[in-house]
């Protein structure tokens, strides 16, 4: 996004923030940005950007990024979009992730061994300590150079992260091995590590702890490897959107159709749709009729009948007649462009849950720190020697450090995802896990979501002779010959029930009211009363009534005649699931409160939500409309949550605290959201939040256990008496527990 600024206003512009490496570094860089003049900033580190508006002639885009990088970070204006999914995919894998990949390989290949000799004596011989030095340096050194990094950075601006805690203590593993190989007695022929827990006073000198500084750094080297794959994915819903347009549009120029890639439009061109073809632009319909099925932008689950003069919305698809449209806007101009403009401003401003191990280190590491020096200066003062003294100070770093502590979020994240996919649920990540537990509100997408999203036949109303088989048989032979999405309907209902359809003669569509024919010998008309009425045929008064109860409902009423006489009604609207009845009394026994949001019109609303049993309806919201009562509601103190499908809820997934989307809905959808039901069962709404909640109740348990171990050993370090083998069996302890907590998981059933 370029800067933008017009005379007086403030200039806006998005910069990529690169280095951050926990939800503490965007806080920091957020604050030092809003401290400038002028600067209002917002820093998401989910999506690693930041939005900056800003005002004076005397600050300029360079200056930003001169503050941010002052701060220990990297900034910069993102390159143009790219439309193309194999470059975008390809430019995701590269840079950081590729390189964190390469890290965490090494140090799982290196760190390996490392341990094993560690605590195995069988594989001790003779100068082992020295191939695990070999070994473990380049993990320490080159593997966990992030953690050092953000360290540093952290450190220079008196915070303090799990990143710090990860650094201070493999460093002073590593460091305290060194010394005591190089000069201590640690380096000497045939030194072992004995395989005993006894808790007793030894020579420091003689003691190595590389497979501590290795493990950990190649555990949670891993947990950040699969955090920031998922965190790449964040600009995936930008990219379904603007897939969705039409690549290729037919334009009409001096008489000839000539085919364009849609990026050359101009305003002012005439261009051709054909039936089945999606709409190129945003335009004006110049010539021609036909339906356009609008439900993916719109959500309205009838399709619009457009004529010439009509306007038409580009990524709509034409389910009639050939029109030509002449193209009003272009580019970024375009309702789709700007509906991925909301996705956008919807995820920037959707700050990621900060990791619960960086608040827990914020307190832990200054109380080890603060411990440390305590023991060095207790040692010293009671005379035990400087030897002894720094023992037991490196002996407290070492063991604070808890290697579970990057297992405990994605072994419970791993489980849970599993689960959650043989379930059909998909949780994209730990940030999204923290949305469950605050959610009190859930907002459902009614096309789609709560009911299939397709236009069906419903009911036949038949006047008083006449069989409801005859009418099904008649009507729907003349409706299989139409590609109108309601003539479709009844089509496919009347085959359903009445079987094999005959062959309609002179069959004729009539442009917005219905279609003509001979079927067995009838003269037979389907549509609009209209229709009817031309042939001068009125409805009797059962029909009539039967038709003002279905519109009143919502319902597309439909006439048939024939032979002169009207025969029957039929009813035709978009079905409620039939399991969306028992998934809003699911999500009520969760604390939940159900509001159906749509943009199709009241009365077909009040239907469909009194029909599962919803009390709050909003009705005949556009798309960015939509984003804007996700905000009311949260502005009121609400967490909501946000069940969709569509385009038109794209926005609006991303901008709630919490995003369900339907698996049979569009990418779009599925990529703004957070959670993604794959069999487009509503009912799994209710399991999705359950799952995910006790997911998050796992990693907190993880999370207390990866600390809780270490912590009961940091009185044994302190007093001079952690062994080796003591502080191996902390790491492995703790991260055997913090695994099967996780595979409890597994246990977890669907209601």
């Keep these: 996004m370029s800067p933008t600024k017009t005379s007086g206003a403030p200039a806006e512009v998005e910069l990529t923030i690169g280095g951050m490496t926990c939800a503490s570094c965007a806080a920091r860089v957020e604050k030092k940005l809003n401290r400038m003049d002028g600067v209002e900033a917002t820093v998401n580190y989910a999506t690693e950007k930041a939005k900056v508006s800003y005002s004076g002639d005397d600050l300029s885009v360079q200056d930003l990024i001169d503050t941010v990088e002052a701060t220990g970070y990297t900034a910069q204006e993102p390159a143009p979009r790219q439309t193309d999914t194999a470059a975008a995919t390809e430019d ?123 493990g950990v750094t190649a555990f949670i080297l891993a947990g950040r490897f699969f955090e920031v794959r998922s965190k790449r994915k964040a600009g995936a819903a930008l990219r379904a959107l603007l897939e969705l347009g039409a690549r290729e549009v037919t334009v009409l120029r001096d008489g000839r159709e000539i085919t364009l890639p849609t990026a050359e439009l101009k305003p002012g061109d005439h261009f051709l749709v054909r039936p089945g073809e999606k709409i190129a632009t945003d335009g004006t319909v110049v010539e021609g009729s036909s339906a356009v099925d609008a439900s993916m932008l719109t959500g309205e689950s009838m399709p619009v009948e457009v004529a010439a003069g009509d306007t038409v919305t580009g990524a709509t698809l034409n389910a009639g007649g050939r029109l030509v449209v002449e193209a009003t806007r272009v580019g970024s101009d375009t309702q789709l462009a700007r509906m991925a403009r909301m996705v956008e401003d919807a995820q920037n401003g959707k700050a990621a849950a900060q990791r619960l191990a960086d608040k827990i280190s914020a307190v832990f590491v200054p109380v080890v720190m603060a411990l440390a020096l305590a023991t060095l200066g207790f ?30 979020t994605p072994t419970a994240l791993l489980v849970g995802t599993g689960r959650g996919a043989q379930l059909g649920i998909l949780i994209k990540g730990p940030e999204v896990l923290e949305s469950t537990r605050r959610v009190d509100t859930v907002v459902l997408d009614k096309t789609g979501t709560v009911t299939t999203g397709r236009m069906t036949l419903l009911a036949t109303h038949t006047a008083r002779d006449t069989k409801e088989s005859e009418v099904l048989r008649l009507a729907g032979a003349l409706e299989h010959y139409s590609e109108h999405p309601i003539a479709r309907a009844v089509a496919e209902g009347a085959a359903a029930r009445v079987g094999a359809l005959p062959a309609p003669a002179d069959f004729a569509n009539i442009p917005g009211l219905g279609v003509q024919g001979v079927v067995e010998g009838h003269a037979v008309l389907v549509g609009r009363a209209k229709l009817l009425a031309q042939w001068e045929i009125g409805l009797p008064e059962e029909l009539e009534r039967a038709g003002r109860s279905a519109e009143a409902a919502g319902r597309t009423a439909i006439a048939v005649a024939w032979d002169g006489e009207a025969q029957a009604i039929l009813e035709v609207a978009d079905a409620v699931k039939e399991t969306s009845p028992e998934a809003i009394r699911r999500l009520r026994e969760l604390k939940l409160v159900p509001i159906l949001l749509t943009g199709d019109n009241k009365a077909v609303a009040e239907s469909v939500a009194a029909e599962v049993g919803i009390d709050q309806v909003i009705a005949e919201v556009m798309p960015e409309d939509k984003v804007e009562v996700i905000k009311k509601l949260q502005a009121e103190g609400r967490s909501v949550a946000m069940v969709g499908d569509g385009v038109n809820d794209a926005a609006a997934l991303a901008q709630a605290d919490l995003g369900l989307a339907m698996g049979t809905g569009t990418d779009a959808a599925i990529e703004a959201g957070d959670l993604t039901l794959v069999r487009g069962d509503l009912r799994t ?56 907590n996780s595979l409890r998981l597994r246990g977890f059933r669907a209601s």
């Design 92 to 214: 995701e894998e590269g840079g950081e992730l590729r390189t964190l990949r390469q890290r965490l390989v090494t140090a799982v290949v290196l760190s390996v061994p490392v341990i094993a000799m560690a605590m195995i004596p069988a594989l001790q011989f003779t100068y082992w300590q020295w191939l695990s030095l070999v070994l473990a340096a380049p993990v320490v050194v080159y593997a966990g150079w992030p953690f050092h990094r953000a360290a540093w950075v952290n450190a220079r601006h008196g915070a303090a992260t799990m990143d710090t805690l990860i650094s201070v203590g493999t460093s002073a593993a590593f460091l305290w091995s060194l010394w005591a190989l190089f000069f201590g007695t640690a380096g000497m022929p045939g030194m072992t590590h004995a395989f005993e827990l006894t808790v007793a006073r030894g020579d420091g000198a003689g003691n190595i702890y590389l497979e501590a500084a290795a």
């Design 379 to 408: 040692w010293l003062g009671s005379g035990a020697g400087l030897t002894a003294a720094f023992t037991a100070a490196v002996a407290v770093l070492i063991i604070a450090c808890p290697c579970a502590l990057g297992l405990a």
């Design 685 to 740: 709404a209710g399991d999705a939040i359950r799952l995910a909640r006790r997911t998050l109740g796992t990693i907190r348990t993880n999370l207390f256990w990866a600390f809780a171990y270490n912590v009961a050993a940091l009185p044994l370090a302190a007093a001079g008496l952690l062994n080796p083998m003591i502080a191996g069996a902390a790491m492995a302890f703790s991260s055997v527990f913090v695994v099967g």
